[in-house]
């Protein structure tokens, strides 16, 4: 469930952008078990690479780093950790591999959308659906939205709340099935059919 791409309406696109940055270099990349540290390492050199090699995609696609996009080198118990700063694109569309892929890292892109329906068409042109957040003052828009878009989870003015009790998947390329709940017992069940003719 890392979101990896960020729609914001056109009208406050600007705003919210300097604001992201700020709060984005804000962020410190860190050991983990130091308490100021908001952003640990990469699990693997091989993740690690996958995200690097990423960025620069990006970049070859035309996309615009506002933010982060480098290594960081720590001294001390983390001296060979794979770290990478918190990165933000822009400039880059919907088509473009970089927002078609999942990176699951600490990059994000972020694009402008005019309209509900400009909106839900960037949201749903993935092969991916696992989860999806709208933030609205208009309860109306969040539930239209919400309807419409193709992601097994969407939360509304929120993220990553879970209620064990309640179903949890995605759709498209992010799986079938659920799981939590009632539907755990599907999940965890394995059915035989035995067929004897008499």
Known sequence: MCGSRILVEKSIYEKFKTEFIEKAKQLTVGDPLNEKSKQGAIVSKIHFDKIINCIELA???GGIILSGGNTVKLEGRCANGYFIEPTIIEGLNQQCKTNQDEIFGPVVTIQPFETIEEALELSNCTGYGLAASVW???ISKA??????????IVWVNCWL?????TPFG??????IGREGGWDALKFFTEQKNVCIQY
Do not use: H, I, Y
């Not at 709340?161 to 009790?165: A, K, M, N, Q, S």
């Not at 995605?170 to 799986?175: A, E, I």
């Open 143 to 152: 539930t239209q939205m919400a309807a419409k878009l193709q992601s097994g």
């Open 59 to 61: 970049k070859q696609e």
């Open 161 to 165: 709340l879970r209620d064990l009790r």
């Open 170 to 175: 995605g759709v498209k390329n992010s799986g």
């Open 136 to 138: 609205t003052q208009d």
